[in-house]
T-cell receptor, first 118, second 112 residues
Framework: AQKITQTQPGMFVQEKEAVTLDCTYD???????LFWYKQPSSGEMIFLIYQGSYDQQNATEGRYSLNFQKARKSANLVISASQLGDSAMYFC???????????????FGSGTRLSIRP | NAGVTQTPKFQVLKTGQSMTLQCAQD?????MSWYRQDPGMGLRLIHY???????DQGEVPNGYNVSRSTTEDFPLRLLSAAPSQTSVYFC???????????FGPGTRLLVL
């Protein structure tokens, strides 16, 4: 079974609009962390935001926020006021547990390609 | 600060050849990982390490070996290249489980 599911292979959004990228996850471990990464066409992986399972508040980083709904096991990325430079692939990822290896064992979703229209 | 470096940037191999993809980080991170990214897909974990001398398998370890003799270096060895190993390979390192992973620029591998 997939641990990270991103159901939107591609999205088109008008510049300056807000956009929500969906991510659902599957884990039975009470301790986990969720990440979002951006991959532009140049190929590098850029960290955007992190949410821990015990964090009381939704994470925010500038124009990025994470809509964390624990009971639904969803961790959607919200980008406010989208810009042309936001066009990229976006990956949701998860680490599970508090064990020594959990920092290195990050599982990724299949990604969503976001295209911003001028 | 160089961060995470990977060499080579691009490599073409013939089926059956072996090679080593190099990865180094200068951030003194204990945790390092190797991923492969196939076209249109996310990253899949090949092998990972939690410190010098300690490695373990990820989701797709077959056909690959790793070692970690120093904190800085984490090379990935392809034992006998196959066309199915054509992919982009990313190395990553992190300070800890609540920290982001820092990714290298990737190595694009083509196996003919």
């Amino acid at each position: 079974a997939q641990k990270i599911t991103q159901t939107q292979p591609g999205m088109f959004v008008q510049e300056k609009e807000a956009v929500t990228l969906d991510c659902t996850y599957d884990t039975s471990d009470p301790s986990y962390g969720l990440f979002w990464y951006k991959q532009p066409s140049s190929g590098e992986m850029i960290f955007l935001i992190y949410q821990g399972s015990y964090d009381q508040q939704n994470a925010t980083e500038g124009r990025y926020s994470l809509n964390f709904q624990k009971a639904r096991k969803s961790a959607n990325l919200v980008i406010s006021a989208s810009q042309l430079g936001d066009s990229a692939m976006y990956f949701c990822a998860m680490r599970e547990g508090e064990g020594y290896s959990s920092a290195s064992k990050i599982i990724f979703g299949s990604g969503t390609r976001l295209s911003i229209r001028p | 600060n160089a961060g995470v470096t990977q060499t080579p940037k691009f490599q073409v191999l013939k089926t059956g050849q072996s090679m080593t993809l190099q990865c180094a980080q200068d951030m003194n991170h204990e945790y390092m990982s190797w991923y492969r990214q196939d076209p249109g897909m996310g990253l899949r974990l090949i092998h990972y390490s939690v410190g010098a001398g300690i490695t373990d398998q990820g989701e797709v370890p077959n056909g690959y070996n790793v070692s970690r003799s120093t904190t800085e270096d984490f090379p990935l060895r392809l034992l006998s290249a196959a066309p199915s190993q054509t992919s982009v390979y990313f190395c990553a390192s992190t300070r800890g489980r609540k920290e982001t992973q820092y990714f290298g620029p990737g190595t694009r591998l083509l196996v003919l």
